[in-house]
């Protein structure tokens, strides 16, 4: 999603970030409804930090021009303002405001590695990032900007959808293997539609690439991951409608992860309004379950789009971290109106599932029973933060905090849907699909809503 005034601790930066056609372009408030973004791959964090500076943004946005194949999108176009530089407030996505001045805002959580959606998404599962030769652990090696390209991996992925085999082989441990070890349930919930992000880690624009539950892919990596195929846990990625039946039930299993398809991701160019529905729904959802008492959401986005960010990374190892990403946690125990300032990153979800549901077992070579040649245990990093500190454990359960699924906006279009809709206060429905007009879905980023219950 666009840069945010959370992600500036409180306030607009005094800066002004440099432009290739001349003069700079200072943080500015944007209420458009569908935003462009920049380039996000491993070569575009790196000059967009620019070794400490944080004025690559520009540059990047500018040089990635060329990749535009919709000229209505919002990315595709090189006005005198580009919005990476572009911060969204209250006005635009109330919603998120209320849940981070109602429960926990993270003020300094990363992305894990310093690259795009799909490393992103197999650290926020496994810790690591790699491309491997066989179906062999000890075959994985560190990879980061990859770790295949994107046309290999959609070949992969078509090939494992049509024949159950793939040239692809993630054959590292991620967190379902000790999940299922310690019998501690789990499911990934896919929404059906389209994928949110291109293929290409650095492209702007790109055609839609059909996404669901039984298509493994950027968005949907663990049925590629072999352990997730040894353990026979494949089932347990399932459609969205299965998480509001579970949430509904009051069988939520202790550890979920969703994610959406490109019309409800806020990635460039989905509407943000449409998005905040969608993800208000959820946590309506979580909230009106029989297991409210005993779940911790937390919602987070996968990298930073392309938009503009003044915090330094900080360096934790040769992959990262990234850079600044929102992070809200959200729980009948957490602390209300609560900043945290500690250093985060997917990593601390891991670490926070392995603490509470595995005794503090961790994705350790030496002692998972799975070695592999991850560089270093991301959980243990001294940097790290824990989220056991956003909660209060102590407290009495609080009771849900429903909001409307259509609050008011000041953006000057939304979907139509939206414009003649009611609030719909504490609603679980999810808004129709809704394409921008003459822009093809792709690119940068998506929501990443983890909804683990305590135990």
């Not at 539609?193 to 298509?215: F, K, L, M, N």
């Not at 990374?313 to 957490?334: E, K, T």
């Amino acid at each position: 999603m666009p840069s945010t005034t959370w992600r500036h601790g409180g306030g607009v930066p005094a800066v002004c970030v440099p432009s290739p056609s001349g003069g700079c372009t200072r943080p500015y408030h944007d209420t458009a409804d569908i935003n462009g973004g920049g380039p996000h791959g491993e070569a575009n964090a790196v000059a967009d930090i620019d070794g400490g500076k944080m004025d690559g943004f520009i540059r990047q946005r500018d040089a990635a021009h060329g990749t535009c194949r919709f000229a209505n999108d919002p990315a595709c176009s090189l006005g005198a303002t580009p919005d990476v530089m572009g911060y969204h407030t209250a006005a635009e996505l109330p919603n998120y405001w209320a849940y981070a001045k109602n429960f926990v805002l993270a003020d300094h959580m990363f992305e894990p590695v310093k690259s795009w959606s799909l490393p992103d998404h197999l650290y926020l599962v496994s810790g690591w990032s790699a491309r491997c030769a066989n179906r062999s652990p000890m075959s994985c090696v560190n990879d980061i900007v990859g770790p295949y390209p994107g046309k290999v991996f959609d070949r992969a992925v078509a090939q494992e959808v049509t024949t159950g085999s793939t040239s692809i082989d993630l054959a590292w441990t991620d967190i379902t293997y000790l999940l299922h070890a310690h019998h501690v349930s789990w499911a990934y919930y896919v929404q059906k539609g389209t994928q949110p992000d291109c293929a290409s880690d650095s492209a702007e624009t790109c055609a839609p690439v059909r996404q669901s539950a039984s298509t493994p892919g950027i968005w949907n990596p663990l049925p590629l991951f072999g352990d997730v195929q040894t353990d026979h846990q494949v089932a347990s990625v399932q459609g969205l409608s299965s998480y509001f039946r579970a949430a509904k039930g009051g069988s939520l299993p202790s550890v979920s992860w969703i994610t959406p398809s490109d019309p409800d991701s806020e990635h460039p160019p989905a509407s943000i309004h449409q998005g905040q529905a969608y993800v208000t729904a959820l946590i309506n959802a979580a909230m009106k379950s029989p297991d409210w008492a005993s779940t911790a959401i937390f919602l987070s986005w996968d990298d930073w789009g392309g938009f503009y960010d003044g915090v330094v990374p900080p360096a934790i190892d040769q992959n990262g971290y990234g850079l600044r990403v929102p992070g809200i946690v959200i729980s009948p125990y957490a602390r209300k109106g609560y900043i945290a300032h500690q250093t985060l990153s997917s990593d601390a979800y891991l670490k926070f599932i392995e603490d509470d549901f595995l005794g503090g077992a961790r994705l350790n070579p030496r002692t998972d029973g799975r070695p592999d040649r991850r560089p270093d245990v991301r959980e243990n990093a001294p940097q790290l933060g824990n989220l056991v500190s956003d909660f209060n454990f102590s407290q009495p359960p609080r009771k849900p905090f429903l909001l409307p699924t259509n609050p008011p906006a000041d953006s000057p279009s939304v979907p139509p849907f939206f414009r003649s809709a009611p609030p719909c206060v504490g609603c679980t429905a999810l808004p129709p699909p809704y394409a921008f007009p003459g822009a093809g879905p792709g690119r940068h980023r998506r929501h990443r809503h983890w909804i683990p219950s305590f135990p």
